[in-house]
Antibody, heavy 118, light 111 residues
Framework: QVQLVQSGAEVKKPGASVKVSCKAS????????ISWVRQAPGQGLEWMGW????????NYIQEFQGRVTMTTDTSTNTAYMELRSLLSDDTAVYYC???????????WGQGTLVTVPS | QSGLTQPPSASGSPGQSVTISCTGT?????????VSWYQQHPGKAPKLMIY???KRPSGVPDRFSGSKSGNTASLTVSGLQAEDEADYYC???????????FGGGTKLTVL
């Protein structure tokens, strides 16, 4: 069965970087793009961007451009999201999600809590 | 890229129907038939409930249905059950190389 398993919780200082991994199983990573979505405490979902697992193309929303890098490693079926210059406002649960039919997000990782104390 | 507009809350009694709206623009909801809906229980990852406006993934009860008119999409939950109490988010494709946008979420309460 399809599963996305993410790396564990992180606590980072302001100005530091964090890299979250998302290991896919039950399907071939290169057949579906990966989106990253974050959710601040008590807030809604925010789509951050997308990486093509076929050719590595990316698209990030303006808010994160210059600060985020999304990559994939097809040899290990793993996607990565690195966020730099962390602020306390970046404290959130970060999810990876597989691109499904009709631009949906059909399978989700369990989420990774990133905490940036102020 | 602005978010889609959803009502913050909705409610209904067991067995009743409730509809949640999701309003966007001609650049997202109105421009494509690529609206999806997600259910999220507290502390859990979101779950896909509807894709391409009205299609249900395998395993999602047929009590959940979706529709769209113009720039507004809707999710209807019929025959409300206690386990339907959750947050619901709409999402739309927004063109420009795979851009997507979420609604602010609606907290559904089963009275």
């Amino acid at each position: 069965q399809v599963q996305l398993v993410q790396s564990g919780a992180e606590v980072k200082k302001p100005g530091a970087s964090v890299k979250v991994s998302c290991k896919a199983s039950g399907y071939t990573l290169s057949n579906h793009g990966i989106s990253w979505v974050r959710q601040a405490p008590g807030q809604g979902l925010e789509w951050m961007g997308w990486v093509s697992t076929y050719n590595g193309n990316t698209n990030y929303i303006q808010e994160f451009q210059g600060r985020v890098t999304m990559t994939t490693d097809t040899s290990t079926n793993t996607a990565y999201m690195e966020l730099r210059s962390l602020l306390s406002d970046d404290t959130a649960v970060y999810y990876c999600a597989r691109g499904g039919s009709g631009w949906s997000l059909d399978y989700w990782g369990q989420g990774t809590l990133v905490t940036v104390p102020s | 890229q602005s978010g889609l507009t959803q009502p913050p809350s909705a409610s209904g009694s067991p067995g009743q129907s409730v509809t949640i709206s999701c309003t966007g623009t001609s650049s997202d909801v109105g421009g494509y038939n690529y609206v999806s809906w997600y259910q999220q229980h507290p502390g859990k990852a979101p779950k896909l409930m509807i894709y391409e406006v009205s299609k249900r993934p395998s395993g999602v009860p047929d009590r959940f249905s979706g529709s769209k008119s113009g720039n507004t999409a809707s999710l209807t939950v019929s025959g409300l059950q206690a386990e339907d109490e959750a947050d619901y988010y709409c999402n739309s494709y927004a063109g420009s190389n795979n851009l997507r946008v979420f609604g602010g979420g609606t907290k559904l309460t089963v009275l």
